[in-house]
């Protein structure tokens, strides 16, 4: 819900003329001036020491994670329709799937139910999200007078190169949001401090951003806030979904692993639908309803694959504890008799 609420606010923020690298910066900016004295005072004891090479692997997470993700999705909304971003966006769950899979994070046993369940729900949730953005069909409400902006493909694409770019663009922002989705697993693992690590996360990103900015946008007089509008799709857009939803994300990600997280994606096109269709007053069409209906029932076939692979994993481990005792019980037994 939260991060749906992020495009509709990222889309109106643009439509009131923030620059878009200013809104990346302010956006980072805000969330780092919130989330760093949460995690200092609340980790200040359980946060591990920082070395050389966890700064290299910060620095990479941040890199992929806020300066290629987000700006890689700034620019491809430039260069392509709202509906075709969305559309590319849904196939991050396949993509951090062979990801996690190849890096051996993931656990596919395609002999297995819930392996099989693991791998359709993925693909159920990625064609449920097509087709919302793909198909249409009966229209089932009114849009509200003057509020419906008309986006055909027709229209708003432009053919030729802007059209490849622009794919090109956002498929390797699938690529980057997936690799920090997975990449998180090891980094984690060996500084579990979630708070602290998102923070460290957050202030590498906010100064590459700062680095790069003067080169995309030199006017001084575009970093000024000129409404009360701007910033608070700014201070949402950064505290709200980067400080609150990014760590709910990363917490996630250490509890379920990378697919867990990855195959909620496509829910977010769906919670943009109802979220627009109530608040902005666009059209709601059968073919939304059904896309829904196909991702939930995808996201179910996944969290079932989890639950059931978390639950062998557990007996499993019982079973090894269980004949370890039983071999240190016969040892004990054999050695005093």
């Known amino acids: 819900m939260l991060l749906a609420g992020f495009h509709v606010a990222s889309g109106s923020a643009l439509d009131m003329g923030v ?24 980790e200040k004891k359980d946060r591990p020491p920082l070395t050389l ?6 620095f990479v997470l941040a890199a992929i994670g806020v300066t290629f993700t987000q700006g890689l999705y700034i620019l491809g909304l430039y260069y392509l329709a709202p509906t075709y971003v969305s559309a590319i966006q849904n196939s991050v769950p396949a993509v951090t799937f062979v990801m996690a ?6 656990q596919v046993n395609i002999n297995s139910r819930h392996g099989l369940a693991k791998i359709a729900g993925t693909l159920a949730t990625i064609a449920g999200a097509t087709i919302i953005t793909l198909y249409k069909g009966m229209l089932l409400t009114k849009d509200s007078e ?14 030729g190169s802007t059209w490849i770019a622009g794919c090109l663009i956002m498929f390797v922002n699938c690529l980057c949001l997936s690799g920090w989705m997975v990449l998180q697993v090891p980094v984690l693992k060996k500084y579990p401090a979630k708070l602290s690590s998102f923070t460290i996360t957050l202030a590498l990103g906010l100064i590459q951003l700062i680095a790069v900015a003067p080169f995309f946008e030199s006017n001084i007089e575009s970093w000024k806030v000129q409404s009360g509008g701007q910033l608070f799709t700014i201070l949402y857009a950064g505290i709200v979904v980067l400080g609150v939803a990014w760590n709910i994300k990363i917490w996630c990600i250490s509890k379920g692993g990378p697919l867990f997280v990855a195959a909620f994606q496509p829910l977010q096109t769906v919670m943009v639908a109802i979220m627009e269709a109530i608040f902005l007053g666009d059209r ?6 059904i896309g829904a209906v196909i991702i939930i029932g995808g996201l179910y076939c996944v969290l079932w694959a989890k639950s ?9 481990l019982t079973e090894r504890r269980s004949l370890a005792r039983n071999l240190l019980h016969e040892e004990s037994t054999y050695e005093n008799p």
């Open 19 to 42: 620059s878009k690298m200013v809104f990346l910066v302010y956006r980072n900016g805000s969330a780092l001036a919130v989330v760093a004295p949460i995690a200092y005072f609340l």
């Open 53 to 58: 090479r966890l700064m290299a692997e910060f």
């Open 101 to 106: 899979a190849a890096l051996r994070i993931e």
């Open 146 to 159: 003057g509020t419906h902006k008309q986006k055909d493909i027709g229209v708003v694409l432009s053919p």
């Open 284 to 289: 709601l069409y059968i073919g939304g309803v």
């Open 308 to 316: 059931k692979e978390t639950t062998s994993n557990n007996d499993l």
